[in-house]
């Protein structure tokens, strides 16, 4: 099938970028922390997985703050708004469409960078997996100063600990599907480029009224 001309858009802003590949060298680290904790193999050292564990959470937690100030005083929060409009089109895309060729049902622009499907995962993914890991990492460190705050009585620190584990799963999960998903460009790496250099080519075309968010 032919691919319809592409044009050249400035996508991704530095900060977006900046945050991109610092979260995910967050990520990246916490969870080789994380399961060195665990035991599931030694490079560092019990000792100094949990102090650099611990120093990369507190950190990921005050960055993921100005992360959210952030969203909210530029108006990029409207990017994250869920919507049901094309989203069957676009699982239907990635689940056969895009295998055979076919154009891709919802084009980037400024104003609408992310499909309805993408919506609902970071949406997702910020607002519940990452904010409750980001919680149950915080209070199992602050584990000692339950009594003093009142919450010893209502908390379990097995069951804090088994959720934090499963949401850490869950964060690998969606690393191992987003590197893969970003091989889905119309070239292996044209994704991947754009959240380098902000620029991505995106296929001409008129787009609906419902993927245009005006920053107000």
Request: proline share 2%.
């Amino acid at each position: 099938m032919t691919r319809k001309p592409m044009k050249k858009i400035y996508l991704y802003t530095r900060f977006e970028r900046f945050w991109h590949w610092v979260q995910a060298l967050f990520i990246f680290m916490l969870l080789l922390t994380g399961f060195e904790i665990h035991g599931t193999f030694g490079l560092m050292g019990f000792a100094k997985a949990v102090s650099l564990h611990n120093l990369l959470g507190i950190t990921w937690i005050i960055l993921f703050i100005f992360f959210i100030f952030w969203l909210f005083t530029t108006g990029e929060w409207r990017q994250y708004v869920p919507t049901t409009k094309k989203l069957f089109e676009v699982i239907r895309y990635y689940s056969s469409g895009i295998f055979k060729g076919q154009p891709h049902p919802v084009r980037k622009t400024r104003g609408a960078k992310h499909n309805p499907l993408q919506r609902l995962t970071y949406l997702g993914l910020t607002a519940v997996l990452l904010s409750l890991q980001m919680l149950t990492g915080f209070l199992y460190y602050t584990y000692n100063d339950w009594k003093a705050w009142g919450i010893d009585g209502f908390l379990d620190l097995g069951v804090l600990a088994a959720i934090h584990v499963l949401c850490g799963f869950a964060i690998l999960a969606f690393v191992i599907v987003h590197i893969y998903m970003t091989t889905t460009g119309h070239t292996l790496t044209a994704h991947i480029a754009a959240m380098f250099s902000g620029w991505e080519e995106v296929e001409e075309g008129e787009v609906e009224s419902w993927e245009v968010h005006e920053r107000t």
